[in-house]
């Protein structure tokens, strides 16, 4: 059965940073696409990065710069380094498996809080 | 990259068909067959219902379909049922090998 557990989340001061932990089981971190996706507070879903099982990597210009992905193969783990965190990065941010293109399996989500 | 665009809400009585519409632009939706829908319930995670615009994921009951046409994608449920109340997004592929999603539709059964 594939399952994705998120940590790291918490509360963190603008300009702060963190680092999120996606922990996989049932399948493999590297030989699949994997993804981050955040939902802010009352509001709608939004891409945040991919890695390819090749390793390259892609980002939303709204954290270009400023978030890092990033994969330990043999934790079987992907991660989410956070740097210069913003109030609109406040979020639950959810890992998630990309298979055809799609999210074909989902976290629970960790939330991140960015206010002093 | 702006989000898709879908009605804030749609609403229909157990055991009818709705419709929800997600327009994009042909950066995204227009040029790609690589529309997903996703249904969220309150406090849930996400869940995949259409990828690759009508495709349904093993599991998923097959009053879910997904069409598209031009720069809009579609997803209809037919025979609304109480646990088809939720959110619900659209998502597609988009140059510069990123994602968009859409801006969510919560559907009410009345």
């Known amino acids: 059965e594939v399952q994705l557990v998120e940590s790291g989340g918490g509360l963190i001061q603008p300009g702060g940073s963190l680092r999120l932990s996606c922990a996989a089981s049932g399948f493999t971190v590297s030989s699949n696409y994997m993804s981050w996706v955040r939902q802010a507070p009352g509001k709608g879903l939004e891409w945040v990065s991919v890695?390819?099982?090749?390793?390259?990597?892609n980002y939303a210009d709204s954290v270009k710069g400023r978030f890092t992905i990033s994969r330990d193969n043999s934790k079987n783990t992907l991660y989410l380094q956070m740097n210069s965190l913003r109030a609109e990065d406040t979020a639950v941010y959810y890992c998630?498996?990309?298979?055809?293109?799609?999210?074909?399996?989902w976290g629970q989500g960790t939330l991140v809080t960015v206010s002093s | 990259q702006s989000a898709l665009t879908q009605p804030a809400s749609v609403s229909g009585s157990p055991g009818q068909s709705i419709t929800i519409s997600c327009t994009g632009t042909?950066?995204?939706?227009?040029?790609?067959?690589?529309v997903s829908w996703y249904q969220q319930h309150p406090g849930k995670a996400p869940k995949l219902m259409i990828y690759?615009?009508?495709k349904r994921p093993s599991g998923v009951s097959n009053r879910f379909s997904g069409s598209k046409s031009g720069n809009t994608a579609s997803l209809t449920i037919s025979g609304l049922q109480a646990e088809d109340e939720a959110d619900y997004y659209c998502?597609?592929?988009?140059?510069?090998?990123?994602?968009?999603f859409g801006t969510g539709t919560k559907v009410t059964v009345l």
């Open positions: 042909s950066s995204d939706v227009g040029s790609y067959n690589l």
């Open positions: 890695i390819y099982s090749g390793g390259s990597t």
């Open positions: 998502c597609s592929y988009a140059s510069s090998s990123t994602y968009v």
């Open positions: 998630a498996r990309v298979v055809a293109v799609a999210f074909d399996s």
């Open positions: 690759e615009v009508s």
